[in-house]
């Protein structure tokens, strides 16, 4: 295999890791943006998505449409009743506790996971195969298609939705400043509801594409939240177009580290890269500079 | 005021000094001695979350940096223990000094999001660097703690010099606290501008107690290495930063009683949860959720007030915890 | 001894593209009252923020003592000499009133971080020192009863004479006042006035922001008026009075 191919090979595969990593940080994104918290239970949602989808196609056999549309569903559900539960009913509204509630909950997602469907690794089938396929003479599996496409679907509807619809826009008002969006009437609460219940559908979303390639156990989600979460930093904590950057961006030097480097570190990369983003330029590739200096 | 406060921790440390004459099992000896470092790691990080104004989620890096240099160093390189125990002090707090400089100057919660990266990258590198660290299997062998001939050999003869050094940060720590920079410090977590504006530096003081702080969990870490004589990655894992962070909330940030109650509380905790067994993840899930829901200020707080008493938190003649931020 | 304390040389400062401050020029002796006039938005506030490092002129100068001050750090600025209040009090509401003026020390104590750590006799001495002075300082401004009361459980008069009093703590020789009268009743307001006045016999130079024309009328010096950031008048209270272009800023036409 020719160098050139090779360094294709490792783009193909770093943009399918890429991808997920990309609707993981949406997802940070969107939490953020609406409250000023970090979701540490956003890898649980991924987790999670990967999990509902195996019970539902797997275990119990529903039709993979449906089985996909009831994971979503239920995350969702699940990210809903997070807000709606222990966020909204904190007694301190404080950001540091909002976060470590969210720790909270993801230790209990964790443990809750670990209690139904055990500690063993689980694995979905593709959705259409594991016959690789050949582009330009580079092996790419059918379910890198799938995951690219279903993450282009996502990306286009959510932009859809917050340039055109006017809830899309009464969101981008509160995170632009929730006190005018208070002012200006909209219902900032249900903004905040929306936007856990949207990340836990993200989450999910993201599980479900990457479950047949990694498989999944009740103990991903740390790690793959902590990397969502440093490609929304990478890219530009709070922006949309800066998360799928960041998260594309971090898949594919991932891949590259991994393939032409070492592979044992590869994890690590992740986070040498959150480190000199913050040591260089805090507000990412994409983010808008405003740290004045006081 | 803070004669008080000493008299207090006079009476803890005799009532600790006194347990092992009551207790047979060397188990809870262990858990006990185990309790002790993470007192010293807490007491750091309230200083640091409490008057600093600052998360850390990397504090298990620090911790395990302490461990791994003081067992790398005595048993594969024959390094004596003691100074090494210093020297792994003085690698951790330059470490922390090159974190906290970058990240320090900026608004925002930039240094939780430096220290939960470093947390994973030196993780990792515990994990793969074999050769030296022994892997994801760990590194065993280390030699025990000894003093002019007397070697600590048993959970019984530890349990004493480990708490008496953790009654000693303890000490120090309100000493501190007590102190002109002690006072700058508190001024500096409620109103920094003010703070700044009345001559203090609080860049240069925040740094100071980030690396403080990464000092004594090094201490801490290497205390545990020569205790255990065996560590393994796992015990260094972002988990545990979350762990020691959750000791200082729920004991309540800033309050130095609060913190020595909510790290014996949860050092105790997950060793009543192994009953459970399968459950205990998501008990102690559970339990962290509902301390936070509705003690914010901590679970001590919440328990002093109940039984009437005054002010004995380690914050200038106040109990409340001191609010990290106003929210959004 | 012509020296003057502070200058202003051609300051600058934008926000975005909005200018908050205009090529500001302007001189203060020692030993006076200026105060700093203006309809809201005029930029004072920002003047006083940028005087204390809070902010950084975008150019021009300011020199304390013919020393440029500019690059300066807020904690640099306020240890050679330059003490603030706030429009709304800045106090430490977790301490009593006693430590908030205990703070207010700091620059002119010494005890480091091993000192307190380590309790040594030293320090032990030191915070006896600076906790007698600081009732001193208390009882000067009427304040010493309500030494041990939190801080946030004063008046609003009391809230300023303390946020004032934790400035006098460090020996500042430049006292920089924002609208430490806002809120205040008459009774109030003319405490506050002799309170200042006292200040200037005790050695102190005072720029005073207020909108209390009464106020600042009776006891300054100087005014210096501002509009839009920049300077439209200068001189003593009975010229501004008369000035048509300061009429005509406060009455809009």
Redesign the interface.
Known sequence: MTFGLQLFQFLLSGLTTGSTYALIAIGFSLIHNATGIVNFAQGEFVMLGGMFMITYYSSLKLPMVLAFFLTLFSVSLIGLLLERGPIRQARSKEILILVMITVGASISIKGLSMVLWGKNAMTLSSFSGDAPLLLWGAAIMPQSIWIFAITLMVVVGLHYFFQGTMTGKAMRAVAASRRTAVLTGIPVDRMILLSFTLSGALGAAAGIILTPITTTSYDVGVMLGLKGFSAAILGGYGSMPGAVLGGLLLGVLESLAAGLVSSEYKDALAFLILLAVLFFKPTGILGRGRLRRV | MGKKNKIYLLIFAAIIFALPAFLRNNYHLMVLNVAALNILVVVGLNLLMGYAGQ?SLGHAAFFGLGAYISAVLTTTYGFPIWPTILLAMVITGMVAFA?GI??L??????L???T???N??VY??MI?LEPVTGGPSGFSGIPRLQAAGFVFDSDRKIYFLLWAVSIGSLL?SL??IH??????M??LS??E??????????ERYKV?IFVLSAVLASLAGSLYAHYLTFISPGTFS??YS?QV??MV?VGGMGSLWGSLFGALLLTLLPEALHAVK?????????I??VA??????GLFPGIAAVLGRGKISG????E?P??????? | MNQKILEAKNITLRFGGLEALNGLSFSIDPHRIVSIIGPNGAGKTTLLNAITGVYCPDSGEFLYRERQISRLKPHQIAALGIHRTFQQSQLFSRMTVLENVMVGMHPVTHSGFWKGVLHLPGERKEEKETRQNAKNLLDFFGLLPKAGRMADQISIADQRRLEIARAMAGNPELMLLDEPVAGLNIRETEAMGDLILRLKEKGQTIILVEHNMHLVMGISDRLIVLHHGSKIGEGRPEEIQKDPQVVEAYLGR
Not at chain 2, 105 to 110: A, Q, R, T
Not at chain 2, 278 to 286: C, F, K
Not at chain 2, 315 to 318: F, L, Q, T, V
């Open positions: 998360i974190i970058p990240t100057k900026l608004e925002g919660h930039y939780v999001m430096a939960l990266g470093f994973v990258i990792i590198v793969q120090l000493n501190l102190s002109r920079v002690g006072r700058a508190a001024a409620q109103n501008i003010a703070a700044r504006c009345a001559g203090i530096d609080t100071k972002f988990f979350l962070v959750t909330l399968e459950y205990n993840v998501l008990l102690y899930g559970l962290l959720m936070l829901v509705f003690f914010p200020h914050s200038p003649d106040s409340k001191l609010a990290l931020n106003k929210g959004t």
